[in-house]
């Protein structure tokens, strides 16, 4: 939430690199979800964490705890900078 509030006071500190995880994860999401009546579309997230197990050069081990806990940190991330973003719009004060 604290990342959508400095998009706020300085919008042009926005970069790429902070729009792919929320990006990512929004496709990610909405195609596990699509899955349950288009089948096909489990190739989506099973790419996502054939794309971190690939680009992580280590054991076996750190492989899988990076399937594990990046999916968990972009989400989160995701989540929070979602909720920053839809929150002043409808009129919700941070608690």
Partial sequence: MLKAEVLRLHR??????QIVPPLVSA???VAAAAAFV??????IPVGY???LAVMTPASLRERLAVMTLAPVMHLSWSAGLLRGVV???LGRRRA
């Avoid at 288009?38 to 190739?43: D, K, S, T």
């Fill in 12 to 17: 042009s500190s926005l970069r790429v690199r």
């Fill in 27 to 29: 496709v990610v999401v």
């Fill in 38 to 43: 288009v089948p096909a579309a489990l190739v």
């Fill in 49 to 51: 964490l054939a794309a």
């Fill in 87 to 89: 929150r002043p719009m």
